[in-house]
């Protein structure tokens, strides 16, 4: 037997017991919540590709200059 199990007055058992026995309840995610999540994710990545373009052809740009 443990150190805390010996003293009641601690009540470690009993807290984690409470957190177990209620389970947090999830809304269920709808068709409207999974589409705007994926139309977030799609702008996200759409973005970053247009960043890398533009990089990209500062780049070449630049490297147009230094050779002209």
């Known amino acids: 037997m443990r150190a805390l199990d010996r003293k009641p007055w601690l009540g470690y058992r009993r807290a984690m017991a409470e957190d177990r ?3 947090k309840k ?7 919540d999974r589409l705007k ?4 994710a799609n702008m ?11 990089a990209d052809s500062k780049g070449l740009a630049a490297d147009n200059q230094d050779k002209g």
């Open 44 to 54: 996200g990545r759409r973005k970053a590709q247009a960043r890398a373009r533009s």
């Open 37 to 40: 999540a994926a139309l977030k």
């Open 21 to 23: 026995a209620k389970p």
């Open 26 to 32: 999830q809304k269920p995610v709808t068709r409207e």
